[in-house]
């Protein structure tokens, strides 16, 4: 039998969509049509399971799942043995204590003897232990937000990403804990045939990530300026400079990273350069 990768992958929520293209943009067709908790690829041999986020972890350290992808949160709180294989750069968001926000605040040692409310008992623990800090942890599974507000707590440790859920609560964030964004885990004990997928997996990310951090520039100069614009175009190699039918011009193409972008292209006008034509990559081979 022909191996084949089992990959999970969260059913709704705010990692599913960002999943599922990485895969996509990986050239991997699969059927994630509605409602569905399997799909097999048309092209590649891997098989996806949707399941909510939280079980991931849990079904890779069995093995039931091959690979996952989760929240950097729910994998520490779930903290099941599993190889932590790539961070993904996604669904990036912080784990924060926040306080109604009339009250004072003067440093974590204010949380001395108060109760907090969380869906992340184990991280909070962990925040608490390290600041020698003794509190109360009330875990609950949602809808933490309203926790002091109905007397159930006197402060929150939640998601926070833009803060909004937090002021409309009446709170505010006093203390980031933890910050995450979204990890492939796998098992840590696989075959060597599925290794060999998951690699293959590994070298298609890279490929698209570096494609995702770069911009093809083609510009046009007089051929007095190239030296002085070569310096400025960091590309992989050296730039490709094809002469122009007009005499005396040549064109001048390169691969140059996002952050350097808008720092240099002023730089490069200032050194004659004109026309420039700045195109997304799909993908970068080394
Ligand atoms: P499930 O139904 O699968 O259990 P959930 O409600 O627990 O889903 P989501 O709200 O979909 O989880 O969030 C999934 C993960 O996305 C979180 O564990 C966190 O890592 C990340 N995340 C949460 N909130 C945000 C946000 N506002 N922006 C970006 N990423 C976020
Ligand atoms: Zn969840």
Redesign the pocket.
Same mark, same amino acid.
């Given at each position: 039998m022909n191996d084949v990768l089992r990959i999970a992958v !969260?059913? &709704?929520? *705010?990692?599913s969509e960002d999943s599922l293209n990485l895969f996509k943009e990986c050239g991997i067709k699969f059927d994630n049509g509605a409602g569905k908790l399997k799909a097999t690829s048309s092209n590649f041999p891997a098989e996806f399971l949707f399941l *909510? /986020? /939280?079980d991931i972890p849990g079904y890779v350290e069995d093995g039931v799942a091959d690979m996952g992808i #989760?929240? !950097?949160? #729910?994998h520490v709180e779930t903290n099941k043995n599993v190889s932590e294989t790539k961070l993904l750069g996604f +669904?990036?968001?912080r784990l924060s204590i926040a306080i109604p926000r009339g009250e004072v605040y003067n440093g974590v040692t204010d949380l001395e003897g108060k109760s907090i409310a969380t869906s992340y008992p184990i991280i909070l623990g962990n925040f608490l232990k390290e600041h020698g800090v003794t509190a109360h942890i009330h875990e609950i599974s949602g809808s933490v937000e309203i926790a002091p507000s109905i007397g159930l707590a006197d402060a929150v440790c939640d998601?926070v &990403?833009s803060g909004g859920t937090l002021l409309s609560n009446g709170l505010k964030e006093v203390e980031v804990i933890f910050r +995450?964004e979204?990890i492939m885990i796998s098992y840590p004990k696989l075959s060597p045939e599925k290794q060999d997928i998951l690699n293959q997996i590994l070298f298609r990310i890279d490929a698209v990530q570096r494609a995702k951090n770069s911009k093809y520039v083609v510009l046009n100069t007089r051929n007095e300026n190239i030296a002085a614009i070569r310096a400025l175009l960091p590309g992989m190699k050296a730039p490709s400079i094809l002469p122009l039918a007009d005499e005396g011009w040549s064109s001048m193409h390169s691969v140059i990273t996002e952050q350097d972008f808008w720092q240099n292209i002023e730089k490069l006008r200032e050194a004659g350069a004109e026309g420039i034509l700045v195109m997304p990559i799909e993908k970068i081979i080394y």
């Open positions: !969260q059913k &709704s929520g *705010r990692l *909510r /986020d /939280d #989760v929240g !950097q949160n #729910v +669904s990036k968001c998601i &990403s +995450s979204a």
